[in-house]
């Protein structure tokens, strides 16, 4: 018996990927009262020992400016932060291998990190493929995504994981221009809010 065909197929057959929106101008802007307050870009700062480190190329109205220079730990920070706000950035083959061959310096690294306020571990891969099989490799994907967890649980120490490099240098990005903001405004006896009522 001939199968009927649909006119209009299924989402779940679409093959379309998403496609990211261009970032924004500013990821957030700080505002009392409907009134926006000035306050300064953040100084970034990248690891002299990343390596492919993510440029933030696309970001630079973002911060005053982009400095390498050696962290004491993690691999991007802001300035004047560098002992508060940490991100620790993998790919997946870094992320395998951190976890596996240099497992007792990479989880000693996250225990530091999760002692300081604001650190965040982003990994330049999507979760789906740190959970399937790794060609070439003979590590366990269950093994790699449950010290994740356990990071997230045990450590409290908060991961993302972005579908590529672009995205992640995105977050990253983001996040430290957001950390250094809040830190700012309740410097300065704004509160730790961007807006009235919100976040």
Known sequence: MPRKRTLIPSPLEWTDRPVPVLPPI???????????????????????REQNPLSFRRFRAWFERIEYRALPLGDYSVEGMENSCLVERKNLAD?????????????????????LPHSLVVVTAPFSQIKSEYPYR???PNRITQSLIAVLAGLRLPFICTESHELGEEIVASFLYQTFLYDWLD????GRYLADGDL
């Open 26 to 48: 500013l990821p957030v802007v700080a505002e009392r009262g409907g009134t926006q307050l000035r306050t300064p870009l953040p100084v970034a700062i990248i690891d002299t």
């Open 95 to 115: 992320l395998i291998q951190s976890f596996t061959t240099n497992r007792a310096v990479f989880v000693e690294r996250l225990r530091r990190m999760s002692r």
């Open 138 to 140: 003979a590590a366990n």
């Open 187 to 190: 410097c300065h006896g704004h």
